[in-house]
């Protein structure tokens, strides 16, 4: 079973700004834990740390038995490669088909020859098109990324992301480049892959409404400690205010009421999303 502890997880930077301090928290296999907080929280940094684009200053980030952040060179990489990453900006290849770019999701895999040459393996492909069904987007395999709608390009994201069969799923501000209703599709897809496949699941996200509709825990930081953990029924106003502050919290809240309304689950239904 995969499962992602983090124990006492701490990063300074060479700039003395302290992002994360002693951050420890388990997320088990299959479950979607949304990671919410103000801006400079340190939500970035704790995603960073995980995938080892940022060094941790301190402690411990095990999965599957083994201590990423002591990893290095071909062992990071390999690792690496056990890591699905959803991107806000998607970072697909523009001038590559759906197919090609949820392909990539193997490169870590196939020799440098092989994906050189862009041969993969029938078995990556036809995983590729069951992925794209999966995520609705099986018309469309043949065109290029750079023809689609923010939504279509994030369902390729998904699909890419599964497509490397991760035992994690990072999942970066999925949603701030979409509108509403798309963003409720996207994080139900997210969300139905991750329990489907029993993958742990960290979505870094902005929106504490939608972050409460779709993940099955929340984690509040506040300048680099972890303020709330808990169920998502669990964000009372009290709660809130320890996480964003008086002033910050208020706002968001009637933003976020006049961006997206109504948002019910049964409106949901009516819409078969
Ligand atoms: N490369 C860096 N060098 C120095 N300080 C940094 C660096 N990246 C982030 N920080 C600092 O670390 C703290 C946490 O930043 P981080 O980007 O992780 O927060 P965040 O919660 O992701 O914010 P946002 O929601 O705005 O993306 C902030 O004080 C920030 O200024």
Redesign the pocket.
Known sequence: MNVLKLDKLS?T???G????NQVSFEVPAGQVLGLI??????????I?CINRL?EPTAGSITLGGTDLAQLQGAALRRARRRIGMIFQEYALVERLTVMENVLSGRLGYVSLWRSFLRRYSPDDVSKAFSLLEQVGLSQHYNKRADALSGGQRQRVGIARALEQDPELLLVD?PTASLDPKTSRQIMRLIGDACRERHLPAII?I?DVMLAQQFTDRIIG?RA?EVVFDGPPSGLTDEVLTRIYGDEDWTRMRGEEAGADEPRTPAVDLAEGI
Request: glycine content about 16%; aromatic content about 4%; hydrophobic content about 30%.
């Open positions: 990063k930077y060479a700039t700004d302290t992002a994360l907080g103000p801006s400079g929280a340190g939500k970035s940094t704790l960073r940022v501000e870094n902005h930081l680099g």
